[in-house]
């Protein structure tokens, strides 16, 4: 909900109003919101991997497992942003705006219907 006020430097006086989110501004929070998320996990994929390989290197031991589990979950990762950017651009193509309507046909002006339901 967005709350919507007088302007002014006075504080809190006059009349307030409780608006409801507009669906386009909902959607693009939440897109934004999932963009920052993502982009999050994959700068910790990306620190987690080399840093996993360095500390394998130096102690060894399980830690070569630990880093074979990074690299993995960064590999899997990118492939699902990939297949995300997919279904994206996919939904995209498909979806088109309907075409404007013209004004209503008056009762003079509609054709009847022939059989098979052609006009």
């Given at each position: 909900m967005e709350i919507i006020g007088p302007t002014g430097t006075r504080g809190l006086r006059g009349r307030w109003m409780m608006m409801p989110d507009r669906e386009d501004r909902r959607a693009a929070q939440t897109r934004r919101a999932v963009q920052e998320r993502r982009r999050k996990a994959l700068m910790f994929?990306?620190?987690?991997?080399?840093?996993?390989?360095?500390?394998?290197?130096?102690?060894?031991?399980?830690?070569?497992?630990?880093?074979?589990?990074?690299?993995?979950?960064?590999?899997?990762?990118?492939?699902?942003?990939?297949?995300?950017?997919?279904?994206?651009?996919?939904?995209?193509?498909?979806?088109?705006?309907?075409?404007r309507r013209g004004p209503p046909l008056t009762h003079d002006q509609r054709q009847p219907l022939r059989a098979g339901g052609r006009r």
């Amino acid at each position: 909900m967005e709350i919507i006020g007088p302007t002014g430097t006075r504080g809190l006086r006059g009349r307030w109003m409780m608006m409801p989110d507009r669906e386009d501004r909902r959607a693009a929070q939440t897109r934004r919101a999932v963009q920052e998320r993502r982009r999050k996990a994959l700068m910790f994929l990306v620190a987690a991997a080399p840093l996993t390989l360095l500390l394998a290197g130096w102690l060894g031991g399980g830690l070569w497992l630990v880093n074979i589990v990074a690299d993995l979950s960064l590999g899997l990762f990118l492939i699902s942003l990939r297949e995300a950017k997919h279904r994206r651009d996919e939904q995209f193509a498909k979806v088109r705006p309907l075409a404007r309507r013209g004004p209503p046909l008056t009762h003079d002006q509609r054709q009847p219907l022939r059989a098979g339901g052609r006009r």
